[in-house]
Each structure stands twice: as structure tokens, then as C-alpha cells.
């Protein structure tokens, strides 16, 4: 495979993992407050977002965000 195909491959297959990748990633960091029960992640409302579970996912979706959706621009 010569270096022109290679490189045209692996953009097209980014345009295709981007848009799910970053919406993923962004979903873990957007919580709804429930005012009297507390806060949950939207995506998963078993997920505690004042527990240190979430903290550390929280964490990770930042990194993510900053790797991927912003740093691939």
C-alpha cells in the first residue's frame, strides 16, 4: 500500500470514529441536578456525579475531550 492510500484510509476512517468519539466524551461531563436526590450523569442515572467514581471519570473525559475533539482539530 503505497503512502497516499495509507494516509487517505486513516482520514477517512477518523471522519468516521470522530463524531461518536467525541460526543462520548463530552457526554461524561454533563450531569443534571435532580434537586432534592442530588446530581446524576445524564447518560446513566445510576452514576453518582458527587461520588469519587465520577470525579475519576470525570477526570478522563476532560483528558479525553482535550485529546481527541479539541486536539485533533
Given at each position: 500500500?503505497?503512502?497516499?492510500?495509507?494516509?487517505?484510509?486513516?482520514?477517512?476512517v477518523l471522519l468516521l470514529v470522530y463524531p461518536?468519539?467525541?460526543?462520548?466524551?463530552?457526554?461524561?461531563?454533563?450531569?443534571?441536578?435532580?434537586?432534592?436526590?442530588?446530581?446524576?450523569?445524564?447518560?446513566?442515572?445510576?452514576?453518582?456525579?458527587?461520588?469519587?467514581?465520577?470525579?475519576t471519570t470525570k477526570t478522563i473525559g476532560i483528558?479525553?475531550?482535550?485529546?481527541?475533539?479539541?486536539?485533533?482539530?
Amino acid at each position: 500500500m503505497t503512502m497516499e492510500k495509507f494516509m487517505s484510509a486513516s482520514c477517512f476512517v477518523l471522519l468516521l470514529v470522530y463524531p461518536p468519539v467525541s460526543s462520548v466524551a463530552i457526554a461524561t461531563l454533563y450531569c443534571l441536578d435532580f434537586n432534592d436526590v442530588g446530581k446524576y450523569l445524564n447518560t446513566d442515572f445510576r452514576v453518582d456525579c458527587s461520588s469519587d467514581a465520577y470525579t475519576t471519570t470525570k477526570t478522563i473525559g476532560i483528558l479525553a475531550v482535550i485529546v481527541w475533539p479539541v486536539g485533533a482539530i
